[in-house]
């Protein structure tokens, strides 16, 4: 598994199927790391469904933030339709469900789950049939590269 670290941020990307991202955040996060982040995946062009797992992580911010991040990555270009975010700690469960009330918009719907069975139930997918392929950090971060090039 190839992991990035950010601070003492530590994600891992991995694509099972087309259209379909499992991010998985550990350790402790500042606001500007998971800005960073959420940045990078929103630029994945053929995201459809995103799977957020949050079990492992800490992090220090306001509400305010969470809004500001759910309000940044409404305005993003892509757009998954379906956005679960996993994690067994109910802080973190309360806080989901307040960023899922400010990101959901027409495109995207998001769901906070505890378990991860729940969230990939909910995205459609099978677990028996998908096969993890890594992405890289550099694969990962040549999308928002690519999509800023298009763009200009």
């Not at 999509?147 to 200009?152: G, K, L, P, W």
């Amino acid at each position: 598994m190839t992991e990035s670290v950010v601070h003492n941020l530590h994600t891992l990307v991995t694509n099972e199927e087309p259209g379909f991202y499992r991010i998985i955040l550990k350790g402790h996060a500042s606001f500007e790391d998971i800005i960073k982040v959420s940045t990078e995946v929103a630029l994945f062009p053929d995201t459809q469904k995103e799977l957020w797992i949050i079990n492992e992580l800490k992090f220090d911010f306001s509400s305010a933030e969470i809004q500001s991040l759910a309000e940044m990555l409404k305005s993003n270009p892509y757009k998954p339709q379906k956005v679960a975010i996993v994690t067994d700690n109910d802080l973190l469960f309360g806080l989901g469900r307040v960023f899922s009330s400010y990101r959901e918009d027409d495109v995207t719907t998001v769901q906070i789950c505890r378990r991860e069975a729940d969230a990939l139930d909910w995205l459609d997918i099978d677990q028996t049939l998908a096969d993890i392929n890594e992405i890289s950090h550099s694969q990962w971060r040549s999308f928002s590269s690519n999509s800023q090039a298009s763009s200009d």
